[in-house]
Nanobody, 128 residues
Framework: VQLQASGGGLVQAGGSLRLSCAVSGDTFSSYAMAWFRQAPGKEREFVTA????????FLRNSLKGRFTVSRDNAKNTVYLQMNNLKPEDTAVYYC??????????????????????WGQGTLVTVSS
């Protein structure tokens, strides 16, 4: 299974970006998906997760109202819409896939070890 993240770039504070993660090599709809991010000098942290059908989503509390996850199973792609970006959102954003779909429990969906496959990351830089 291969995950290809894209859409990162340089944006001013208050701006928006939409990240995409295209998945190939297996049946996309069999996987729960997630986004994590790693800011410079910090540990990687959970951002959001979405169920196989897209009917259930989870979002880091501090990002509510600004970030939205979605997926298009016909296009084998998961998206992360990021609005009103802030300098503290600067990070490398990674998409990840979980074959077990085991994201209902918070301790699972926020655990990197839950996800079997990872994309290469896409850099988001927010200038002030």
């Amino acid at each position: 299974v291969q995950l290809q993240a894209s859409g990162g770039g340089l944006v001013q504070a208050g701006g928006s970006l939409r990240l995409s993660c295209a998945v190939s090599g297996d049946t996309f709809s069999s996987y729960a998906m997630a986004w994590f991010r790693q800011a410079p000098g910090k540990e990687r942290e959970f951002v959001t997760a979405i169920s196989r059908t897209g009917g259930t989503t989870f979002l880091r509390n501090s990002l509510k109202g600004r970030f939205t996850v979605s997926r298009d199973n016909a296009k084998n792609t998961v998206y992360l819409q990021m609005n009103n970006l802030k300098p503290e959102d600067t990070a490398v954003y990674y998409c990840a896939a979980d074959r077990e779909g085991n994201i209902l429990a918070k301790r699972n969906r926020e655990n990197e070890g839950t996800y079997e496959y990872w994309g290469q990351g896409t850099l988001v830089t927010v200038s002030s």
